[in-house]
């Protein structure tokens, strides 16, 4: 056995690590800056115009965010009865690795948008990326948290 009993759900699938949660979270900052804004009303504009100078450029995150809060969504739906929803999670790998290089394409089309200037909210989102590509790339539990390992009956 190479996991824990306490590494598993009530279902008797493997949890997701935490990292992999603060990935997912990582990559849903465009929505997480968006309801920060919204709760800050008068402040709200002036948030997303710091963070989002051009308007277009956080529409991209918005939806770039989208696949990590679907896989966040779909991961916690997983039961023996839900064989479709467990056959969608096997996917969240590999489409939480796609979205984690669109948006190093994101972060270095911001960067070539202002004419390849450092800050370095940029390098850090650009180094915190390669991390968790790396990390999602070569961690076996994440491997093994996606593989449909429960046995049916």
Known sequence: ???SFDQYDKHGFLKAPVLLWLVWLFLAKALVVF????????????????IYP????????????LPSLASMWLFGLR???RERINRLVTWGRSIT????LLQMLHTGYLVYLDNGGF???NAITLVMLLWFALYLFNSRLVKDCFRMTLAKD
């Open 35 to 50: 309801v920060v804004a919204g709760a800050s009303r008068e402040s709200g504009a002036k948030i997303l115009e710091i």
């Open 54 to 65: 051009d308007h277009d450029m956080f529409y991209v995150g918005i939806v770039l965010s």
């Open 1 to 3: 056995m190479r996991y």
């Open 97 to 100: 690795m796609i979205t984690v």
């Open 79 to 81: 039961s023996p009865d």
């Open 119 to 121: 800050h370095w909210a």
